[in-house]
């Protein structure tokens, strides 16, 4: 079966009401985005409530479909078939040739619905399913007629041109990227981070991320790790803007100078900070992290607290009620997982004390922060002056 074009079903943008044309122009940009390198030539186009990409010529329909299941917004894809209004007998030859070449397997129900949006075609929606669902009763006398809970559902829309489809492929769901504004993405080398990046942009949030590379204590390979997990992320997110940060200087005055049980909570506060400092200039509107309630020590509601304590941007954290084994499943689905788990160390595993505080005090860390005054300004400066900057694709 030869498709002509895919209709899009989205699903949350239908009830936007009088700004709904937004979330439809957003969703468009989007899959045109999504479909640039494809082989094939693509025409997007919006008609009567609906959106359609029609395929002119040939293209490489799996990777089509591929590339549309990674753009929010979409609910369902479904290949079409379009022909000619050249009247209603040939219309019903088009669908039993439609039938047959879908379905070898003539032992299984169908229902036929058809949509009029040309309001002068001479028969009406329900005229238009007795008669077509008649001609295919005689065309395969094995086929069932199943109004109530069909194995096909056959659609037939009327429009300037005729367009049957009968599948319709899942799509990931969500809002178009870039539909409600822009966060910044703490991303580490580990499965949480880059599963939360997905998570908040499929509710239409644009990504940057930052990441603290730490040498010689971390390795090019551990960096360029990093930059994979944001390419596949951005599969999805669309171009993310990462920020490398070199913290190796911080996290050693750190280490030296306050309590080895505070260093990982004291340690994450300045990464927040940093990062919020990057958020500001590009006109982020929240940061963005992996953490989940208990999973670790510096993920205790003390310590998370701890963290929230030294930002003014907020601070969503979109797994923080998922158990692990919840996360990996979402990593393997976008195909994170392998690579997360890859054996490079990030800088927040070389630091950890034998026996961190899980239940940190905020008073107490401030006070034993006081011990970084002398240098820490100074070194939070050359941090992000010297901050390496990527567009990843």
Known sequence: MIFHAFLIKYGEIGIK???????????????RYALKDVDGTFDIHKSQGRIYVECEGEYDYEETVASLKR???????????????QGFEQLKKDVVDYMDQMYPNKNTTFKVEARRGKKSYPKNSM?????????????????????????????????EQI???????????????????????????????????????????????????????????AKQKVIDLAKLVA?????IKLHIVNFTDIQ????????HDELTIIMRRYMMKIAEHFAKESGCLGLITGESIGQVASQTMQSLAATND??????????????????????????????????????CTIFVAKHPVTKPNINVIRRSEENLAEKIDELFEAAVNTVETIVVK
Not at 71 to 85: A, K, Q, S
Not at 143 to 151: G, L, N, R, S, T
Not at 194 to 200: D, E, K, L, S
């Open 163 to 221: 367009y049957i489809y009968s599948e319709i492929i899942p799509g990931p769901g969500g809002m178009p990227v870039g539909t409600n504004g822009k966060a910044m993405l703490l991303l580490s080398g580990g499965i949480d981070s880059p599963v939360a990046g997905y998570m908040i942009s499929k509710r239409g949030v644009g990504l940057e991320a930052t990441y603290f590379h730490a040498p010689p204590y971390t390795s090019e390979r």
């Open 252 to 259: 050693l005055y750190i280490y030296d100078k306050c309590p």
């Open 235 to 239: 599969k999805y997110s669309g171009p």
């Open 71 to 85: 753009v929010f917004g979409i609910v369902g894809i479904c290949p079409v078939v379009h022909v000619e209004d």
């Open 17 to 31: 009401g009088k700004n709904r044309y937004l979330f439809e122009d957003a969703l468009i940009r989007q899959m």
């Open 310 to 347: 030294v930002c003014t941007l907020p601070v969503y954290r979109p797994v923080i009620g998922f158990d692990k084994q919840e996360i990996v499943e979402i990593a393997e689905k976008i195909d994170t997982y392998e690579t997360s788990i890859l054996p490079f160390e990030d800088c």
């Open 127 to 159: 005229e238009i399913n007795c008669d077509l669902g008649e001609a295919i009763l005689e065309a395969f006398p094995e086929i069932k007629v199943d109004v109530h809970k069909p194995e096909i559902k056959l659609n037939i829309e009327i429009r």
